[in-house]
């Protein structure tokens, strides 16, 4: 049984910083695709950033680029999205998402994770004002 469990939101001002985590559990993490995805209010989820577990290999959308970074710790099962320079437009829910099959490395970014089954967790709210 898959478990993500996600902590560190909160409500920040602009120009702030937040680190959130993600717990994984029952979760095989040798060559998984790991990301961050949130849900603004009134629109669609959509991916952030995603990250290679056997090599560290990462991807961001646009808008987050040189402001936030993935990161992940193979001992404890943990991944990271550390937050800085937080806008109003960084408010919503962020989810921490696993790709339930394996994947080569190259097909680890935040298009082709976005359109794979994935296991989720069950959110944690940021709010940036």
């Known amino acids: 049984h898959v478990q993500l469990v996600e902590s560190g939101g909160g409500s920040v001002q602009a120009g702030g910083t937040l680190r959130l985590s993600c717990v994984a559990s029952g979760y095989t993490y040798i060559r998984r695709c790991m990301g961050w995805f949130r849900q603004a209010p009134g629109k669609e989820r959509a991916g952030v950033a995603s990250?290679?577990?056997?090599?560290?290999?990462?991807s961001y959308v646009d808008s987050v680029k040189g402001r936030f970074t993935i990161s992940q710790d193979d001992a404890s099962n943990t991944l990271y999205l550390q937050m800085d320079s937080l806008e109003p437009e960084d408010t919503g829910m962020y989810y921490c998402?696993?790709?339930?099959?394996?994947?080569?490395?190259?097909?680890?970014?935040?298009?082709?994770?976005?359109?794979?089954?994935?296991?989720w967790g069950q959110g944690t709210q940021v709010t940036v004002s």
């Open positions: 990250i290679y577990t056997s090599g560290d290999i990462t």
């Open positions: 998402a696993a790709a339930i099959s394996p994947l080569g490395s190259s097909w680890c970014n935040v298009p082709d994770l976005s359109r794979r089954d994935k296991y």
